[in-house]
């Protein structure tokens, strides 16, 4: 196999997988705390403006390492350093 | 923008030798413009009377809720603190609302306005600890609780700065890259859907990059706090009794 389609199979594979394994687990961590978030209002409803605010900035602190993921594999898909060597090797 | 294209970085108007101006560039100025305009012309006729214009009525309204945001945050005086992350609030939000606007690419899809940002950020943290605490004072919340403490502490300023950038980056670049995807697969009705959940990520992510920034600077500050509160304390008190 030619370094080109090795390389396009594993950019494409490897993104895959990248926001695959990479969601699960911010996934798990956000229903865990808006879970929480949620019993936490019910029980005191008069605090719901800081649980409110608190949970989102920590939505988004956990969201972000789904983010990285994302963006690693938009990287691998869109902007591949390795893919546009090879690309000009083979055209100059 | 296309869809193969990551950033707006990629998108170039006009070069000439070395110097080109991206998308980025031109929309950031736009963004500026946009402002700069809105704020004097709302703001070329004040009033203090009952009666105001709709349009001064916004920005109290504006202006007023960051800094209850800041003061809850920050358990400080806002005033010092607003014109920096007011300011980065503002950027970020009107950057991100003003995608409703056929043609137009968010400067902040693009990780160099970003990073500027978040460089900002990190500039601002030591100022505002150094104005408020003194150079040793500061420093001294580098070896806190240990000295060995002290290379953890200063991958962690480094690293928070990253993850400013990227996280915004990251979301508000993976919001328009599913909007161009559903075009393409679905193209009636679900981008829609897809684009108003990226107007709300866009709001939220500008409130949750300049509460950060404020939970960083907060946090480089802290020693005032208790004294601050004392004397909101006293102050809020004085204002119950008069």
């Known amino acids: 196999m030619d370094s080109i389609s090795l390389i396009g199979i594993g950019s494409i594979i490897t993104a895959g997988v990248t926001i695959g394994i990479g969601a699960i687990g911010p996934a798990l961590g956000e229903g865990r705390a808006v879970a929480q978030a949620l019993s936490s209002i019910a029980q005191q409803p008069d605090e719901s403006n800081t649980i409110t605010r608190t949970l989102f900035v920590g939505l988004a602190m956990i969201e972000s390492t789904a983010i990285y993921c994302f963006v690693v594999s938009m990287i691998l898909i869109f902007a591949n350093p390795f893919w546009e060597y090879v690309i000009e090797k083979a055209g100059g | ?242």
């Open chain 2, 1 to 242: 923008m296309e869809l193969k294209d990551i950033s707006p970085d990629q998108v170039i108007f006009w070069q000439w030798g070395a110097v080109s101006i991206n998308a980025t560039l031109v929309f950031t100025w736009g963004v500026m413009l946009f402002m700069v305009l809105g704020a004097w012309l709302i703001t070329r006729k004040l009033s203090a009377d009952i009666r105001l214009s709709r349009w001064q009525n916004l920005i109290e309204i504006i202006v007023d809720g960051m800094r209850n945001q800041i003061r809850e945050i920050g358990h400080q005086q806002p005033d010092t603190y607003l014109p920096f992350v007011g300011s980065l609030f503002l950027f970020i939000t009107v950057c991100n609302l003003l995608s409703v606007v056929p043609g137009y690419t968010a400067p902040t899809a693009s990780l160099s306005t970003t990073a500027a940002l978040a460089i900002c950020v990190f500039i601002a943290v030591p100022v505002f600890g150094i104005l408020d605490r003194g150079i040793i004072g500061y420093l001294k919340q580098y070896v806190r609780p240990t000295a060995f403490m002290l290379p953890f502490n200063v991958i962690g300023e480094l690293s928070r700065t990253l993850a400013l950038a990227v996280r915004l980056f990251g979301n508000v670049m993976s919001g328009m890259k599913i909007a161009a995807i559903l075009l393409a697969v679905a193209p009636i009705l679900f981008p829609v859907l897809m684009h108003a959940l990226g107007l709300l990520t866009g709001l939220i992510q500008a409130y949750i990059f300049s509460v950060l920034a404020m939970v960083y600077i907060a946090s480089a500050t802290r020693a005032q706090q208790k004294k601050e509160d004392k004397q909101q304390k006293q102050e809020n008190e004085k204002g119950e009794n008069s």
